[in-house]
């Protein structure tokens, strides 16, 4: 089945520690963003890509880091830079261009953060 | 600057009831995109409308419809004979042609008792 798959599900970590989300999607969308989801916070945006090998950075990009070397893969790294990194991490997808319905987001089911 | 406010943070009704979720929004753009989102228990965010500022029509869909109104800046969504199936959190979201990814409401959360 087509969608997007987000691992690991749960992942603990020690403050002081770099870890990576993976985010893989086989619907062969060109555009891939990571959110953030904080209780009561809604979902904010940390990283998107338009195309593979160039990404933005969205409204909370400090202590975090993306790569976008193949089409269906987007990880996200949460550096120790990032000050308070408990949280749930969204990754989705979307069309882009001709035929796109504009703003259709694909999710996964998100990868829930804890650091110890 | 794009603003999405979800006043209602927590709402619960009981099995079939009629519920309605406020959405208010703010852009200076004259053309821009309003959704709305679900996200059961599993996590995952599934899209349930989009609409563009051109098109003001209501639109209804089974038991979920939605009330676009340029005048008061407001995309309510309106769940009709509600199911505990509906419990869910509900993201309303903005999407204008000066930014590339969607401004999210803080969503409400919905609970259906039996």
């Known amino acids: 089945d087509g969608g997007i798959t987000q691992s690991p599900k749960y992942l603990f970590r020690k403050e002081g520690q770099n870890v990576t989300l993976s985010c893989e999607q086989n619907?062969?969308?060109?555009?891939m963003y990571w959110y953030r989801q904080d209780p009561g916070q809604g979902l904010r945006l940390i990283y998107y890509?338009?195309?593979?090998?160039?990404?933005q950075k969205g409204d909370i990009a400090e202590g975090y880091s993306v790569s976008r070397e193949k089409k269906e893969s987007f990880p996200l790294t949460v550096t120790s830079a990032q000050k308070n990194p408990t949280a749930f991490y969204l990754c989705?997808?979307?069309?882009?261009?001709?035929?796109?319905?504009?703003?259709?987001?694909?999710f996964g089911e998100g990868s829930r953060l804890t650091v110890l | 600057a794009q603003k999405v406010t979800q006043a209602q943070t927590e709402i619960s009704v009981v099995e079939k009831e009629d519920v309605t979720l406020d959405c208010v929004y703010e852009?200076?753009?004259?053309?821009?995109?309003l959704f709305w989102y679900k996200q059961p228990p599993s996590g995952e965010l599934v899209f349930l409308i989009r609409?563009?500022?051109?098109?003001?029509q209501n639109e209804i869909s089974g038991r979920y419809s939605w009330n676009f109104q340029k005048s008061t800046s407001s995309f309510n969504f309106t769940i009709t004979a509600s199911q505990v199936v509906d419990s869910a959190v509900y993201f309303c979201?903005?999407?204008?042609?000066?930014?590339?990814?969607?401004?999210f409401g803080k969503g409400t959360s919905l609970l259906v008792t039996p």
């Open positions: 989705a997808s979307s069309i882009t261009g001709d035929g796109a319905i504009v703003g259709e987001l694909f």
């Open positions: 852009t200076r753009d004259t053309t821009y995109y």
């Open positions: 979201a903005l999407k204008t042609n000066s930014g590339y990814a969607l401004n």
């Open positions: 619907l062969n969308h060109d555009a």
């Open positions: 890509s338009q195309i593979v090998n160039d990404f």
């Open positions: 609409r563009n500022s051109f098109d003001e």
